[in-house]
């Protein structure tokens, strides 16, 4: 898949003021500081279209892009809209702030009607973390569809990552039935990018 265009469009405090639900949405999230902005970037090749930051917790509200793709240079557009969330597990946060963003959090995923998949970010450097593991338990009861996304790979000995994906496999095995979909990514890289392209072209067309 091509991305042709891609652009900023909103950032809207809660799922009722997002924009119409007139395309399919793919979604990002993950801890803060996971590297969900920079996978943005990386997918759709431009290098500051979402904000990135050394210091966690930049992402405050639902913020949706209007990406334009094709399968080749000639293709039809398809259109799809691409949402940077908020992360979460940022320490710093006011007990009213996790409130309002837990509220945010599941509005938009009980009721965001075109949401197509999630992407959950983890970072591959650590091994299973539980506010990871509680999120994707909480997408579940809710019956979100998700695939998981480790990040920054480059960071690590390729056997260290390699362990850790294999130890959050490993507990996840040990309550789930059916386990997700995973991609292995470096934003710094650029790796991951061709797979996860093509899974979000393969969703668009069912
Ligand atoms: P919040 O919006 O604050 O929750 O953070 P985020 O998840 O959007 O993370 P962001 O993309 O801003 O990245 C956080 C930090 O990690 C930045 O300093 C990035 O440069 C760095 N980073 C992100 N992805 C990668 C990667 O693949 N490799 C390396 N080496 N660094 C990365
Ligand atoms: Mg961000």
Not at 61 to 83: A, C, R
Not at 127 to 146: A, H, M, R, T, Y
Not at 193 to 199: D, G, I, Q, S, V
Request: aromatic letters at 12%; glycine letters at 6%; proline letters at 4%.
């Amino acid at each position: 898949m091509e991305i042709r265009k891609a652009a900023y469009l909103v950032s809207s405090p809660s799922f009722d003021k997002c924009p119409k639900a007139d395309y399919p949405e793919y979604a990002f999230i993950g801890r803060s500081n996971v590297g969900k902005s920079s996978l943005i970037n990386m997918l759709t090749g431009q290098r500051s279209l979402a904000k990135t930051s050394a210091t966690p917790g930049k992402t405050q509200l639902i913020n949706h892009f209007v990406i334009e793709s094709s399968s080749g240079q000639k293709g039809p557009l398809d259109k799809w809209y691409l949402v940077d969330l908020p992360g979460y597990g940022y320490a710093k946060r006011s007990q009213s702030d996790r409130r309002r963003w837990e509220q945010m959090i599941e509005g938009y995923f009980r009721k965001r009607e075109n949401l197509t998949q999630v992407f959950v970010l983890i970072d591959s450097r650590h091994g299973p973390q539980k506010n990871d593991l509680e999120f994707i338990s909480q997408l579940d009861k809710w019956g979100v569809v998700f695939s998981l996304v480790f990040t920054k790979t480059d960071k690590e000995k390729p056997a260290v990552v390699e362990r850790n994906i294999k130890a959050f496999f490993d507990t996840l095995k040990t309550t789930w039935q059916f386990l997700p979909r995973h991609f292995i990514t470096s934003a710094e890289k650029k790796l991951g990018r061709e797979e996860m392209l093509a899974f979000i072209e393969g969703n668009n067309l069912d």
